[in-house]
């Protein structure tokens, strides 16, 4: 089990060696964590740290598992916030919630699903460990009291609708209704099966599902 991280140099920033240092502990440090949280991540990881606008806005940063082995970080050096700061803050669990995608294969280049709520489940599996592992409160894992409502919606949802507006923002204005709901849907899960982040985390999602007391609704 290894990790790489590289910084992608670009004219609009470059990171120094003191950034360079800490983001590079912080990312050694969560990846052994993780590997030792789930039994292994079974790949070379690279961390590919850059600057870019592309970053939750109330974070500044935002993490992509772009493929089995390759975690892209995104972070807005523009901001009034030194990258230290953001670093410190939501690197780590950041890269709790990629790893956890890693360790599950749920990838942007490569991942199958066979439904809609597969993704939904990957993202409530990941939020979940981040959020119980990495001391973190994350806005897309806090569901309103309605969030049974937002289950049956996404449940009518077929394998190919398109995410966007699902995971980041609807147009009624809803955000992260796929993370949210995700995290309701674990945590029914783990309080029904009596198991924690940790052990859901090697469920598939079906099974993740079922313990929430939820079943896939046949499209016809």
Not at 112 to 127: C, L, N, P, W
Not at 173 to 181: D, P, S
Not at 185 to 208: F, H, P
């Amino acid at each position: 089990m290894t990790i790489q991280i590289k910084f992608i140099s670009q004219p609009e920033y470059e990171f120094n060696d003191i950034e360079q240092q800490l983001l590079s502990e912080i990312c050694r440090e969560s990846y052994e964590q993780v590997a030792h949280l789930l039994g292994s991540i079974n790949h070379k990881v690279t961390v590919n740290i850059t600057h870019s606008p592309n970053v939750i806005e109330e974070t500044g940063c935002a993490g992509f598992s772009w493929s089995a082995n390759q975690i892209i970080w995104n972070i807005d050096t523009n901001r009034t916030e030194h990258v230290i700061d953001i670093a410190k803050r939501h690197l780590k669990p950041t890269l709790y919630h990629e790893l956890n995608h890693l360790f599950r294969g749920w990838v942007m280049q490569g991942a199958t699903i066979d439904s809609f709520m597969d993704g939904v489940i990957h993202e409530g599996i990941a939020v979940c460990f981040e959020r119980d592992y990495a001391s973190s409160h994350p806005l897309w894992g806090i569901y309103p009291e309605n969030v049974n409502e937002w289950v049956d919606e996404l449940l009518n949802l077929t394998i190919d609708t398109h995410p966007t507006e699902w995971y980041f923002e609807h147009s009624d204005g809803r955000r992260w209704i796929a993370y949210k709901t995700g995290t309701y849907l674990v945590d029914r899960a783990m309080q029904n099966g009596k198991i924690n982040a940790c052990e859901i985390s090697k469920l598939n999602t079906s099974d993740v599902l079922s313990l929430a007391g939820y079943s896939i609704k046949v499209q016809d």
